[in-house]
């Protein structure tokens, strides 16, 4: 079904395996890199230095990023940056702040030339399918999904920080990524989804890191054979491999989309010209996919449906057990009936469920069907308006309510918590992007715990057929409609406000009680003294650092966001970081600690020579989310590190940089406990030799950890240095 190769491969231009080629000229007829290379701002094709054609950000992040923006001196938009209502729409915790923030994306739009996007008209990624991607581009989002490579686009989902340094003219910095051929050979049978295809391409390489920080490249006889959505739906998913990037192969498909949606000069025909070096292959035969599933806690959990269901009780005692780590009343082995498992939620939804062919096919399967009240509940939510229209104009929504569906507002509620969040102890099925624990929104330190199992929207559909039993759908003989997809042409045109281009710096931006600026971030002094405020074996992800949910309507307010971080994994983090964050206080205020004046006499300095942190350590730390907030909440409460064995993703990392805090590796972690003092000395010389060994000194146990911050280019260098990606552009304004 699929096939890792893990050394560099020639395909030629039949997309078959050649016998061998010039790797450094071959490399150069991948399409990924020639569409890089048109947007390198320097002649070093090993050290990029990018600039997007586009940006995009959702509601809730673009405040923090506008605010970082203008905090810089930002005058106007250098390129279309779309700012989208999509995540905190239904968030209504803590009465108008949601809108208000929606009311400050506006006055930026006005003042800076952005495009604003309002409520309920579309979730991010699908919007600029339908409006922005296009052959060739390059589109960067603070959305860790965001993806558009079926169109042409190479689209990278980074930090906030990353995109405030596009608005400021800056240039994305990165190491030529590998790339990664993807083969695709053969057709889907019956029933088989776009998911299906994605969890099986997740499942075999994210746990081995096959594809981390990588870029995929599609390709092969496979891709002519599905649909542009059905392509979207896979490419969408390719961010839970780790995969930094994607792009696809073009073809009359992909221009007949372009012309529907009245962008036919966006079309360029991609494929390879000459025979292409790929860092590795990926070989996935269409034709043999099963209906898949994502087991609870994560996308990478994959298995086959069909596998699930010779032993279902086996697999819920694991799920149940590891959700009792977190909430320890939590239980599902009743949803057991006679020897099948029973769900009680079913939710199509976001860039990756509410797509217009996934949804026709729901109505297909659950022709003649109806929902009984007391049944497993389905909820969908179309990805975006003119998707919405047609499903409407072509009777697609009657079949659904009919049958006993819900059909819910173009927003990506589901898909992160700020809607539908299931009931205690019960068991939810969707086709959205994550599955994390916590992440449907529950709170397992209160007591609040559920289970998410990722499918398909057709499987999910036989599920609640099948009166709510784990079915695929491929177990149902059904006659999948192929209607002609119509797209509304003027709707965007009328109801989105495009002031890109046209700037006025005399509108005065309204700012909402619950905004608040970015705190003072210090300058790290010459010996940085770190205390572990927390030791974690198994992985942290951007969703336990800032969590999903009701705390995203707080992203607006940077401190009260950061009383959240870890909340549903350790709840004495924030108070324990508190405490290490007043010893730095009392340090800048003067103070005396026994510790600090030790380490003045050993290192022959003052109080003011030194900066006092709070660090993590975890083995992994940073999958998921592209949320910068995972780590602008740990330097508010003040953290300056993390120690880890591996950083999940690069975005990840990125974001570390930019809020200052040092993404050390390191493997001698047993050395490291919760609350000990660590010592970097001369940390200025260490970022300067960033790539070389550093030494780490355990002031508690008395030993010496080894660490490396990895290379770093003179941009990160000095932002370390400087506290900060905000000190970094104040200084470069002085």
């Known amino acids: 079904m699929i096939k890792l190769t893990s050394h560099g491969v020639f395909i030629d231009s039949n997309y078959n395996v050649a016998n061998e080629g010039n790797q450094n000229e071959c490399l150069k007829n991948t399409l990924a890199y020639k569409i890089?290379?048109?947007?390198?701002?320097?002649?070093?094709?090993?050290?990029?230095?990018?600039?997007?054609?586009?940006?995009?950000?959702?509601?809730?992040?673009?405040?923090?990023?506008?605010?970082?923006?203008?905090?810089?001196?930002?005058?106007?938009?250098?390129?279309?940056?779309v700012l989208s209502n999509c995540h905190n729409t239904l968030c209504a915790v803590g009465g108008t702040i949601n809108e208000d923030d929606h009311v400050f994306g506006l006055d930026n739009a006005k003042k800076y030339g952005g495009i604003f996007l309002p409520t309920y008209k579309a979730v991010i990624h699908q919007f600029m399918r339908e409006t922005m991607a296009g052959g060739g581009?390059?589109?960067?989002?603070?959305?860790?999904?965001?993806?558009?490579?079926?169109?042409?686009?190479?689209?990278?989902?980074?930090?906030?920080?990353?995109?405030?340094?596009?608005?400021?003219?800056?240039?994305?910095d990165i190491k030529r990524p590998d790339i990664i051929g993807v083969k695709l050979i053969g057709t889907p049978n019956k029933g088989i989804g776009p998911m299906d295809v994605a969890l099986t391409l997740i499942g075999a390489t994210f746990q081995n890191g096959f594809v981390k920080n990588k870029v995929l490249e599609f390709f092969g006889d496979g891709v002519y054979n599905l649909s542009v959505e059905f392509r979207m739906g896979i490419d969408v998913m390719t961010t839970e491999s780790a995969a930094l990037s994607s792009i696809w192969i073009s073809d009359k498909k992909v221009e007949d989309y372009l012309k529907d949606h009245q962008r036919q000069d966006d079309y360029k025909e991609l494929k390879l010209e000459n025979t292409a070096y790929y860092d590795g292959l990926i070989e996935i035969d269409l034709s043999t996919v099963e209906c898949m599933m994502a087991m609870p806690y994560h996308p990478s959990n994959v298995i086959s449906i069909k596998e699930f269901n010779q032993n279902p009780e086996k697999f819920l005692k694991e799920i149940e057990q590891k959700g009792q780590q977190k909430s320890s009343g939590f239980k599902i082995m009743d949803k057991m009936h006679d020897g099948k498992l029973h769900i009680d939620q079913a939710l199509v939804s976001g860039c990756a469920g509410g797509m217009f062919e996934n949804i026709v096919a729901m109505a297909d399967i659950l022709s003649d069907t109806t929902i009984d009240g007391d049944a497993s509940c389905l909820g969908i939510n179309p990805s975006s308006q003119p998707i919405f229209m047609e499903l409407s104009r072509l009777g697609i929504t009657n079949k659904l309510i009919e049958a006993g569906a819900t059909i819910r507002p173009c927003i990506c509620g589901p898909c992160f918590g700020v809607s539908d969040v299931p009931a205690n102890n019960q068991i939810s099925i969707r086709h959205v992007t994550r599955n994390y624990p916590n992440r449907e929104g529950t709170k397992p330190n209160n007591g609040q715990m559920a289970a998410s199992f990722l499918m398909d929207a057709r499987s999910i559909a036989a599920t609640i057929r099948s009166g709510g039993y784990i079915t695929p759908a491929t177990d149902f003989e059904v006659e999948y409609s192929d209607y002609l997809y119509?797209?509304?042409?003027?709707?965007?045109?009328?109801?989105?406000?495009?002031?890109?281009?046209?700037?006025?710096?005399?509108?005065?931006?309204?700012?909402g009680n619950n905004i608040a600026d970015w705190p003072t971030i210090y300058k790290l002094n010459k010996h940085l003294l770190l205390k572990v405020s927390g030791v974690y074996t198994d992985p942290v992800t951007t969703d336990d650092l800032s969590p999903s949910g009701d705390a995203v309507a707080f992203r607006s307010n940077p401190i009260k966001l950061a009383e959240f971080t870890m909340i549903n994994k350790d709840k004495e983090y924030v108070s324990r970081a508190k405490a290490i964050l007043n010893e730095e206080i009392l340090r800048r205020e003067d103070g005396s600690d026994k510790i600090i004046q030790n380490i003045c006499e050993k290192l022959d300095c003052t109080k003011q020579d030194i900066t006092i942190g709070s660090v993590m350590v975890g083995d992994q730390i940073g999958d998921g989310s592209s949320r910068e907030q995972a780590t602008s909440s740990q330097k508010i409460l003040g953290g300056y590190a993390n120690i880890a064995k591996e950083f999940a993703t690069k975005r990840y990392r990125s974001n570390l940089i930019n809020w200052g805090l040092l993404p050390i590796i390191s493997d001698d972690q047993e050395d490291i406990k919760q609350d000990d003092y660590l010592l970097i000395k001369d940390i200025d010389l260490v970022i300067q030799n960033a790539g070389q060994s550093i030494e780490i000194q355990n002031l508690t146990s008395g030993k010496t950890i080894s660490g490396n911050i990895g290379n770093m280019n003179e941009k990160e260098k000095q932002i370390l240095i400087e506290g900060c990606l905000i000190n970094y552009n104040k200084s470069m304004l002085n």
């Open 486 to 511: 119509r797209y509304s042409k003027n709707y965007y045109a009328k109801q989105v406000y495009n002031n890109f281009g046209t700037p006025n710096s005399d509108i005065e931006i309204r700012k």
């Open 137 to 172: 581009k390059m589109i960067l989002g603070s959305d860790s999904h965001t993806r558009y490579g079926v169109l042409g686009t190479l689209s990278i989902g980074e930090g906030g920080g990353e995109v405030a340094k596009q608005l400021l003219s800056q240039t994305y």
């Open 36 to 81: 890089m290379q048109a947007h390198n701002q320097c002649d070093d094709m090993e050290n990029l230095k990018l600039k997007f054609d586009a940006l995009v950000s959702p509601d809730n992040n673009y405040v923090s990023i506008l605010q970082t923006a203008s905090a810089c001196g930002v005058t106007k938009f250098p390129v279309p940056y």
